[in-house]
């Protein structure tokens, strides 16, 4: 999913607006300010007050290349990752079987740093917000 969003701002101007991946992750694979991370905000309005804003301003916008010019490179290791997934003995085929969607979908599904991850229903998840 990162690499996704990188390579379409790097081809167009485009801001990714990213969630899921923790700050950490995204700081790791990512430039410096080349992405907005939804846990910067306090709330959806608070994020789409700062996206009309920065729709609103070019300089603030254009703040967000300025990484293009900077030659920065985020080594991801892939060549090495790469080579150590093909000299790794090939391990069996797991077969995940499941008896119940339920099971399936919320046991281990989510992590447990995440607080909507932690509400029973749709209700209690707005609450957390």
């Not at 379409?8 to 969630?19: F, G, K, L």
């Not at 994020?47 to 290349?65: D, I, K, M, T």
């Not at 969607?101 to 707005?126: I, L, M, N, P, T």
Request: some cysteine.
């Amino acid at each position: 999913m990162i690499s996704s969003q990188r390579l379409i701002s790097r081809r167009h101007n485009v801001v990714p607006v990213v969630m899921g991946a923790s700050r950490e992750e995204y700081r790791a694979a990512a430039p410096y300010h080349s992405y907005i991370h939804v846990d910067d905000f306090a709330s959806p309005k608070e994020l789409a007050e700062y996206l009309r804003l920065l729709g609103s301003s070019p300089s603030l916008y254009n703040q967000y290349f300025e990484w293009k010019g900077t030659g920065e490179f985020v080594n991801t290791y892939f060549w090495c990752r790469l080579c150590a997934m093909l000299h790794a003995p090939p391990r069996p085929a797991e077969r995940l079987r499941r008896t119940s969607f339920q099971e399936w979908w919320h046991d281990g599904a989510c992590r447990s740093d995440y607080d909507v991850a932690k509400a029973r229903s749709v209700r209690d998840s707005d609450a957390l917000l």
